[in-house]
């Protein structure tokens, strides 16, 4: 019964160690009396305390705020964390005498990623630091780093909960790595969808901004300056997330370009309920999708073509629309093309909006579109208005 009731607590908080177990159940026989239901909770919470400063990664000011929740599981005088190159925290009992060659304790843990138990020489009778167990911490099977328990004895129990904890420490890291990851895809993804939209846009806004210079120059200075807003935006570096109301701006100074270029040919309909504005919302996915109405909509077509952009407060969601009247196309190309199996043909990431989207919102939230050979192109988005880790700030 003790057994099955401690596993179940360890599935609770998917990696926190079996050293929950170890605390829980030391000195208690019973795990269906309220004192060890609350030491339980007490650990899980310990636990959830220890994870987000290391989800940053190993550093510095992590294992700091990590580290006295780690020593509060493990139950020991004092615990040490260190990176690959150096000593990142020494928390507890000794910090005044032992901290200086706590790094010294894990060298040889760093080198063979083997757990060690050492004896510490210590003149101070009063010092409750005399062993230590020392376990690696590791991320895609490299050391990464050690962490050492301290007390007055190294028992059996102790090195066990120290490598539980470690293993749970490594997980901990791994998703760091994982956010990271997720971190500098979303760049890569942005990287590569401005270059699908700049050459083409660059040299028709410059093309149309120089046929403008000798006939209208006050004409040809404004659109320049919304020229320069609009790249100064595209191309900024800083933030996954903006606004929809800064989106909305972008593509408004894209479309005054395109007007100059197309003139009565190209007509906008805007229709945006301000409740939305402020939603935070991926950088760059609504203007590829207005690029791609003027390009494959409008270009290749006769007569005026017809852009109407739609956002709308649908309660806890907001949904986005981009409808144009133009050429349409094969429903089957597209399916192929929001696949990845075929490229379009001077497409402007349609495929790399809906990726993103589905990858930042989940599944239900990629792109959803309407087409058809001569029947014109919608392309419909659903956003929730909150979403954790989404934010423009």
């Not at 294992?63 to 780690?70: G, N, W």
């Not at 000593?87 to 901290?99: E, I, K, N, S, T």
Request: aromatic share 6%.
């Amino acid at each position: 019964m003790e057994y099955l009731v401690g596993v179940a607590v360890v599935a609770v908080l998917v990696s926190v160690p079996a050293i929950v177990l170890w605390r829980v159940m030391r000195g208690r026989r019973e795990l269906g009396t309220s004192p060890a239901e609350r030491a339980t909770f007490e650990t899980l919470h310990t636990a959830s305390l220890a994870g987000p400063p290391l989800r940053a990664g190993l550093t510095a000011d992590g294992a700091e705020r990590a580290s006295r929740h780690l020593r509060a599981l493990l139950g020991s005088a004092a615990v040490a964390i260190t990176d690959s190159e150096r000593l990142l925290v020494y928390d507890g009992a000794g910090d005044d005498h032992h901290a200086d060659v706590a790094f010294e304790h894990a060298e040889a843990t760093l080198q063979d990623g083997r757990t060690q138990v050492l004896t510490i020489e210590c003149d101070l009778l009063e010092c409750p630091i005399r062993q230590a167990v020392v376990v690696p911490l590791t991320t895609d099977d490299r050391v990464v780093g050690a962490l050492a328990a301290y007390g007055q004895s190294a028992s059996a129990g102790l090195v066990r909960a120290a490598q539980e904890v470690a293993g749970w420490v490594d997980s901990q890291l791994e998703l760091a790595e994982l956010d990271r990851s997720r971190t500098l895809l979303m760049e890569a993804e942005v990287r590569a969808l401005r270059a699908q939209i700049s050459p083409h846009f660059i040299y028709n806004s410059l093309t149309t901004i120089a046929s403008f210079v000798r006939t209208d120059p006050e004409r040809a200075r404004e659109l320049l300056l919304e020229f320069a807003d609009f790249t100064r935006y595209s191309f900024r570096r800083h933030g996954e997330f903006t606004t929809l109301a800064e989106e909305l701006r972008s593509i408004d100074r894209y479309l005054i370009l395109e007007r100059a270029r197309f003139g009565d040919q190209l007509q906008v309909t805007l229709r945006i309920a301000p409740e939305v504005l402020p939603v935070a919302v991926p950088f760059l996915c609504l203007q590829p999708l207005v690029e791609n109405a003027v390009r494959h909509g409008l270009e290749s077509r006769n007569g005026v073509g017809r852009i109407t952009i739609i956002a709308e407060d649908a309660g806890a969601e907001c949904r986005i629309s981009v409808e144009d009247d133009g050429l349409g196309m094969d429903p089957d190309r597209l399916r192929r093309i929001l696949a990845g199996d075929v490229a379009p043909k001077g497409g402007v990431g349609l495929a790399n909006v809906d990726e993103r989207l589905r990858h930042v919102y989940g599944d239900d939230y990629g792109l959803s579109v309407e087409t058809g050979a001569g029947a014109g192109t919608k392309v419909n988005i659903r956003l929730p208005k909150y979403h954790p880790g989404v934010s423009a700030r």
